[in-house]
């Protein structure tokens, strides 16, 4: 089935989101959703998630950034990179704050809460908590990894931390530094999501797409895609959610049934990250194709790039509504669930926020 409608957002290489495995959507007081985005060329971007506007650019890193996050507020962000290296910044000015030295390649990096923690995770095999108020302190060390951890996250009020490594996903207690449980997957872990509200984290491996309690890792629930699927994102409502992977398409199914709703394509690449905005007006997709992709989960809806043009009588009936789309020809509007129709908008040069 063909689904809905986007607007694009290119970046030169083909393989600008290779390493996209994570994405973070956050808003500021008085403003629309902001997304993180990283790119391996060492530059990560700040966008506007609402109409995928440019905001800025962190300059600093020395290698591929494979990690990016915003806090809360979206007033700091942190980016985890090759270059043995996890960063701090100000995501209002641009400025680099902070830089954490690592002896490994850094993954992942997520903030607490309250923005006075960064928890970070590599190839090392080590799980790092920082007090960002003593960036030069010798972090908590948290060890019982096998292989390169490839994300962690906050969990239950920051009472506990979640990662993954190759094939297994732990939960740690953060008082006691030590694991709670840990599972094991079939397949290499993809992706990872933590959805606060009901505590569920999801989990892609293989073809699966799996749902567990982030409390106890209990498995809730598990559905199959037809392809290698690298990223998943539940909707905030928890009535379905949205895949991507290996086979450049878009999967939207049934949280409840697991019933496949809607499939369809715009990339033309392998699919690396998909997230829903905090609102679930919308969700993004990066792909291999160098392109960043914003989706309306409500096609026809007037938010943020798209305006719903109210229909006229036209002899007598009714016709199309339409979604404006700036710099869309109009012959492209005129079915809403056409494939491939997207808007394009030019990337901005690199330069500080």
Known sequence: M???????LPWPGSAALRSQTSQRWERRDGEGPLSSVLLPDGKPMLRQGDTGD????????????WGATLNRDATKAATA???????????????ELITLAHKHIVKSVDFTEDSNYLLTGGQDKLLRIYDLSKPEAEPQV????????????WSSDDKQILSADDKTVRLWDRNTMTEVKAINVAMSVSSMEYVPEG???VITYGRTIAFHSAETLEQIKSFDAPATVNSASLHPEKEFLVAGGEDFKLYKYDYNTGEELESYKGHFGPIHCVRFSPDGELYASGSEDGTLRLWQTTVGKTYGLWKCVVPEEEGGELAKA?????????????????????????STPEVKA
Not at 2 to 8: E, K, L, T, V
Not at 54 to 65: S, Y
């Open 2 to 8: 063909s689904g809905g409608r986007g607007g694009s």
């Open 81 to 95: 990179a090759a270059d043995f290296t996890a960063k701090v910044w100000d995501a209002v000015s641009g400025d």
């Open 199 to 201: 505590e569920i984290l």
């Open 142 to 153: 948290v060890s019982g990894h096998t292989s390169g951890i490839k994300k962690a996250l």
């Open 54 to 65: 440019w905001i800025g650019t962190f300059l600093g890193h020395k290698g591929a950034v």
């Open 322 to 346: 339409r979604v404006s789309l700036p710099g869309t020809a109009e012959e492209e509007l005129e079915d809403l669930t056409s494939e491939n129709s997207d808007s394009i908008y030019s």
